[in-house]
């Protein structure tokens, strides 16, 4: 199997348990979801003279671009890690936390620099909120890989 297809799968597993925990966490703090995507997506589409429509299509529209912006990141992520993996091969843990700082990076990063989010001022619950999601995506993405490469 091909590098590229084997990221891939292994960047959608990983999304997926990282949204999965994050609806998890959700659900037993009755937290609402973040709005950081949607105002990423405002920023880009700012920036880039894009009109979304009205206000109700506009709305829609940066929830659902919010959202394919975490799927990108995800395959991205792993894609970079397939890569280097290719010729690296780490072990467990070192694999899980290498996929959850690219996976972090990806995304933070990237929001810093449009200024919809400073991790510089995000408390201990906001930190844990943000870094288990990505260690379970870490964790999940490593194993897909893993898999696939077997």
Do not use: F
């Amino acid at each position: 199997m091909h590098t590229l297809t084997k990221g891939l799968i292994a960047g959608a597993a990983g999304t997926a348990a990282l949204n999965a925990v994050s609806y998890l966490d959700m659900a037993i703090r009755a937290r609402p979801a973040s709005s950081t995507p949607q105002r990423a997506v405002d920023k880009l589409t700012h920036l880039a003279d894009v009109d979304l429509g009205d206000s109700e299509r506009a709305g829609n529209r940066k929830e659902a671009l919010g959202a394919l912006l975490g799927y990108g990141t995800g395959a991205a992520a792993a894609l970079c890690y397939g890569l280097a993996a290719e010729r690296w091969r780490p072990s467990w843990p070192v694999g899980v936390l290498a996929l959850t700082a690219l996976a972090m990076t990806g995304s933070n990063a990237p929001l810093t620099l449009l200024g919809t989010t400073d991790p510089r001022t995000w408390s201990a619950t906001d930190w844990i909120s943000d870094v288990l999601p990505h260690l379970a995506y870490g964790a999940t993405a490593y194993a897909a890989y893993r898999l696939l490469r077997s």
